[in-house]
Nanobody
């Protein structure tokens, strides 16, 4: 089992920045592929970014160049640095993990989930 706890969400003006953190416990963090997905009100959950144990990353087109995923295996934590935020980035951001190496984008590809942290971007 893997437990995931997100933090760092909040209210920010358009163009601003936030850094989300996700602390993991319960399994060898360094072996996990980690990802962030998000869900806005009335919309389906969508992929944001993923990182595997070797540091390879993949981003949704809508966030590439503005959001950066990283990980600190010594701290069992994955981060999402968010810059140039837009109102359309408003959503609950969920940290998720899977036990295989491949970077995946589908909601159903991931096994472990955190509770999420709210990000609200005002215009």
């Amino acid at each position: 089992q893997v437990q995931l706890v997100e933090s760092g969400g909040g209210l920010v003006q358009a163009g601003g920045s936030l850094r989300l953190s996700c602390a993991a416990s319960g399994r060898t963090f360094s072996s996990l592929t980690m990802a962030w997905l998000r869900q806005a009100p009335g919309k389906e959950r969508e992929f944001v970014a993923a990182i595997n144990r070797y540091g390879a990353t993949y981003y949704a087109d809508s966030v590439r160049g503005r959001l950066t995923i990283s990980r600190d295996n010594a701290e069992n934590t994955v981060y999402l640095q968010m810059t140039g935020l837009k109102p359309e980035d408003t959503a609950v951001y969920l940290c998720t993990a899977r036990e295989t190496l491949t970077l995946k984008t589908m909601n159903t590809d991931y096994k472990y989930w955190g509770q999420g942290t709210q990000v609200t971007v005002s215009s």
